[in-house]
């Protein structure tokens, strides 16, 4: 076997060894994710005749945040292409609603992505999309939910939406978009939040 081969061989093992630990802490984080899914659910059905500023609808929305999520580093196919894809489709569906679009990255190569395009961005993250951790998830969420009880009148967001990638298995990850804030109520989907009036995209 050549020395290429050999490098190819080992960087392949490397690289399944990553997705089957990627693998098991997801399935360890299901069951919270789903508790957490239904503790929101909650509070959103019970709160929904009150005036909460996390659970109330503006009629007439002027402003979006657009947070999206992808990796770090490179050599995964179309994983982040994909991301792109979906995040531009949706800032296309945000604006012709007649809503501006904040964008919020996380990731490298979405950073990257944006800064080569001139492209604007209201903050950045990234360094520990393999690895990411409650602090990592904290800080972001301090940053948009601060936004999003801002004014309009003051720079800030009246709804904010997610773009990530759900990983079905190691061959298929699937592009997602998810309303955040306010909290809705989506009654028949396994993901509290999910838009059934976003649909799930094809690519090429």
Same mark, same amino acid.
């Given at each position: 076997?050549?020395? =290429?081969?050999?490098?190819?061989?080992?960087?392949?093992?490397?690289?399944? %060894?990553?997705? #089957?630990?990627?693998?098991?802490?997801?399935?360890?984080?299901?069951?919270?994710?789903?508790e957490l899914n239904r503790a929101v659910s909650a509070l959103a059905t019970h709160t929904r005749n009150l005036e909460h500023p996390l659970t109330t609808q503006i009629e007439r929305p002027r402003r979006a945040a657009?947070?999206?999520? =992808?990796?770090?580093?490179?050599?995964?196919?179309a994983f982040n292409s994909n991301v792109h894809k979906m995040a531009g489709q949706m800032r296309q569906r945000l604006e012709d609603q007649g809503?501006?679009?904040?964008?919020?990255?996380?990731?490298?190569k979405g950073i990257g992505y /944006?800064? +080569?395009?001139? #492209?604007?961005?209201?903050? %950045?993250?990234?360094? +520990? %999309?393999?690895?990411? =951790? +409650?602090?990592?998830?904290?800080?972001?969420?301090?940053?948009?939910?601060?936004? +999003?009880? =801002?004014?309009?009148?003051?720079?800030?967001?009246?709804? #904010?939406?997610?773009?990530?990638?759900?990983?079905?298995? /190691?061959l298929t990850q699937t592009p997602r978009v998810r309303r955040l804030l306010p909290l809705e109520v989506v009654e028949g989907v396994t993901e509290l939040g999910e838009l059934d009036h976003i649909p799930q995209y094809e690519f090429e």
């Amino acid at each position: 076997m050549s020395a =290429t081969k050999k490098i190819t061989k080992a960087m392949e093992l490397i690289a399944a %060894s990553k997705v #089957i630990r990627a693998q098991q802490a997801a399935r360890r984080a299901l069951p919270y994710t789903r508790e957490l899914n239904r503790a929101v659910s909650a509070l959103a059905t019970h709160t929904r005749n009150l005036e909460h500023p996390l659970t109330t609808q503006i009629e007439r929305p002027r402003r979006a945040a657009l947070l999206v999520f =992808t990796s770090d580093r490179g050599m995964n196919g179309a994983f982040n292409s994909n991301v792109h894809k979906m995040a531009g489709q949706m800032r296309q569906r945000l604006e012709d609603q007649g809503l501006e679009v904040k964008r919020y990255m996380v990731g490298r190569k979405g950073i990257g992505y /944006m800064k +080569f395009r001139e #492209i604007p961005m209201v903050q %950045s993250w990234d360094g +520990f %999309s393999d690895a990411p =951790t +409650f602090a990592n998830a904290h800080e972001i969420a301090d940053v948009l939910i601060e936004d +999003f009880l =801002t004014p309009y009148e003051e720079g800030g967001v009246d709804e #904010i939406h997610a773009v990530y990638t759900r990983m079905e298995s /190691m061959l298929t990850q699937t592009p997602r978009v998810r309303r955040l804030l306010p909290l809705e109520v989506v009654e028949g989907v396994t993901e509290l939040g999910e838009l059934d009036h976003i649909p799930q995209y094809e690519f090429e």
